[in-house]
């Protein structure tokens, strides 16, 4: 399989699971939240992701979830599943059933807990791509998932067929550039970080895992294609309306910070399953806060096709 098999571009929100008050599953209210935000534009989903709760979830629930996503996309937009566990072993039974459930792709994390050394990470990754014949995008997470997956790594999965993408949540927009002069073009580029994304765009990035793009899609895909389309003046200046909305992507608590704004928005609930808490006090305040100047000043957004 070569990247050009496939079509990831454009925004693609890292997609909230939606839980009741007793933190049981809520699939027709995940559902209604998935099937928003196609109406809406964006150009793909991602489930099971970090904003997703994966490692809240059970295997069953996971694969439910991407069943859900499928009929909300209803073959319009891609649907890729996160895949993150705490052995090789398990992330290649959940590459595998998600494969059989019918995902378009997998974003697959590090193994979970375990610190690994740059040759112990690349030997994940390749294990994982040798259980499945989905595309497989690289996540790279290293404030989250304490394993960085360096331009160098990746390098050395080059030869993988079906990892054909890199996403990047480390901040250094250098790491694209770097990646670029070591293999050329052969992965796809996302941005994983939002209150990076204009600049990712300008070193090579072709799609977002955007956060913050659940409470604010059509803003979260107008950037992007403004960006795209090197319409800068434009870019730059929904850009900073957006950006105190998009720092909240960049915070360990970014899980709630999102659906906190989402439940403000009327998109969705703000339960999260424990260990992550609601926020409270001052830290609810500033969210909120945040919120309600973007809402007082929103832009009218620009023609970009949507």
């Known amino acids: 399989m070569s990247k050009k098999a496939i079509h990831w571009s454009g925004v693609f929100p890292a997609v909230s699971t939606q839980f009741r008050h007793d933190y049981s599953l809520d699939l027709d209210a995940t559902h209604a939240v998935m099937k928003n935000l196609v109406k809406d534009g964006v150009s793909g989903l991602v489930v099971c992701g970090s904003v997703g709760e994966n490692t809240s979830l059970t295997t069953?629930?996971?694969?439910?979830?991407?069943?859900?996503?499928?009929?909300a996309a209803g073959g319009k937009i891609p649907v890729i599943a996160g895949v993150a566990e705490f052995t090789?072993?398990?992330a290649r039974h959940m590459a595998k059933e998600a494969e059989r459930v019918g995902v378009d792709g997998i974003m697959v994390m590090p193994a979970l807990v375990y610190s690994s050394k740059p040759h112990e990470t690349a030997a994940h990754f390749r294990s994982v791509a040798t259980a499945t014949d989905l595309p497989i995008m690289v996540y790279n997470n290293p404030p989250i998932y304490k394993n960085d997956v360096t331009p160098d790594i990746l390098a050395t999965l080059a030869d993988c067929d079906n990892i054909v993408c890199f996403k990047d949540s480390s901040g250094d927009t250098r790491r694209f550039i770097d990646l670029r002069n070591a293999v050329g073009d052969r992965f796809v580029l996302f941005a994983g970080l939002d209150d990076v994304v204009v600049e990712s765009?300008?070193?090579g990035a072709e799609g977002w895992i955007s956060g913050m793009s659940n409470a604010f899609p059509r803003e979260g895909e107008t950037l992007f294609r403004l960006a795209k389309q090197q319409r800068f003046d434009e870019a730059m200046a929904l850009y900073r309306w957006f950006m105190p909305l998009l720092h909240l992507d960049a915070r360990p608590d970014l899980v709630q910070?999102?659906?906190l704004c989402e439940a403000l928005?009327?998109?969705?609930?703000?339960?999260?399953?424990?260990?992550?808490?609601?926020?409270e006090g001052a830290t609810r305040a500033?969210?909120?806060?945040?919120?309600?100047?973007?809402?007082?000043?929103?832009?009218?957004?620009?023609?970009?096709?949507?």
């Open 60 to 71: 069953q629930e996971k694969l439910q979830i991407i069943e859900v996503a499928k009929d």
């Open 88 to 90: 090789t072993a398990f």
């Open 201 to 203: 765009i300008a070193v």
């Open 257 to 259: 910070c999102i659906k």
């Open 265 to 279: 928005l009327g998109r969705g609930s703000e339960v999260t399953r424990p260990p992550r808490l609601a926020l």
């Open 286 to 306: 500033q969210v909120v806060a945040v919120v309600e100047q973007a809402l007082a000043t929103r832009p009218q957004l620009p023609d970009v096709g949507l």
